[in-house]
């Protein structure tokens, strides 16, 4: 199904135990055999993102990271394959995705943006990591506990090789107790898809990210949002 090589570019060394791992060799059978079930109409399963986007994320350059944005999992119907990202092939962009556009929108732009890229490869082009809970979705079933191992060690490897990283994360994830606060930066919020109907009640300020980033290590390095 993936060549890990390809797949996981710069990420391949620090997550080498994990992929190469029976765990991992089994999740990957089992995504093969959704993603070959879904091409069939009558048995109604549809699964998320499309098979070739489902490890998009790791093309952020892991040894540049900058930022992680944790989301909960793939957006039906709309997932390109990275955190909050809504696909341009879709006839409707999803409602999270309008409430991440409003607040970049009226933090950098004075609230007028006409070219706001809703596959976020921008950031990730940054090196923004746009890492979701479950990297797959299906339209009856939520593969979070599936992905659980998986996206701990993501976690691990990247505070076992750097410090100084920004991570954002639901303040309701249990991923929050993984972050070494002593090393690395945590901003907590709210779950986006709760302010759909009230888009500028969202408290999350991606300034801060930029507060940090430019503190440590320079305005060159803020992220262009």
Known sequence: IYLMTTVFKTWTRPLNLIINSNYFK??????????????FEFNGIKIYPEKKNVFKCFKCDFNKLK????????????SGGLAFDSNWESINLHPTAEVIRHKIENEFYNGFNLIHDFTLDYLMEQHVLLLNESLTVTNNKSHKELWKEFIVAVIEAIQNNHTGIVFCIDKTSEL?????????????????SEYEYNPNAWDFKFQTINDILEQNNGKEHIINF
């Open 67 to 78: 930022v992680v944005i944790i989301g909960k999992e793939p957006f039906m119907d709309h």
């Open 26 to 39: 089994k999740l990957i059978q089992y995504l093969e055999a959704q993603y070959n079930l879904s091409k």
């Open 176 to 192: 929050i107790n993984l972050i070494n606060l002593k090393t690395q930066y945590l901003i907590t919020f709210e779950n986006p």
